[in-house]
């Protein structure tokens, strides 16, 4: 099992699906800031100031860090911090699902408008399982691989 995990392919794999996952959301919620600060307020968890900064920086990001990552530079820092992400947005999707809310993720921006659920969760459990793969199994020789 070890063997596979510290495949390169998989490792780049895996390097590739999660920068591109972080890629495409930060450029979403670039393209679209207005929808984004509605998403993230109906979530009402965020006081209002930390909104208008969330909205502001985490898009960019996802967006240089997923750049840096697909190109292999930080792997297991950006790993990391994408782990903290994904684990932040799990809780808050599980505590918005306990408080009953039927509200779209906003994860993707318009483009997607999908509501909460626990399949949200699953999907994003399996992508913290993934950075963590690179985190635990990526060396840092080498900037791809």
């Not at 993230?40 to 840096?68: A, D, T």
């Not at 932040?88 to 921006?109: K, M």
């Amino acid at each position: 099992m070890i063997k596979i995990l510290n495949s390169k392919y998989l490792l780049y794999l895996s390097q590739i699906l999660l920068s591109i996952i972080f890629i495409f959301s930060g450029i979403e919620k670039i393209s679209d800031v207005n929808y984004f600060s509605i998403s993230l307020n109906n979530y009402k968890i965020f006081p209002l100031f930390s909104q208008n900064i969330i909205v502001i920086i985490f898009p960019w990001i996802e967006l240089i860090f997923g750049i840096l990552l697909l190109f292999g530079f930080y792997k297991k820092e950006i790993s990391m911090i994408f782990a903290f992400f994904l684990f932040g947005f799990i809780v808050l999707i599980f505590i918005s699902i306990l408080r009953g809310l039927d509200i779209e993720c906003g994860c993707f921006g318009t483009l997607s408008s999908v509501k909460i659920g626990y399949m949200k969760i699953y999907e994003n459990i399996l992508l913290l399982i993934i950075s963590l793969h690179i985190f635990f199994f990526g060396k840092e020789k080498g900037r791809f691989l």
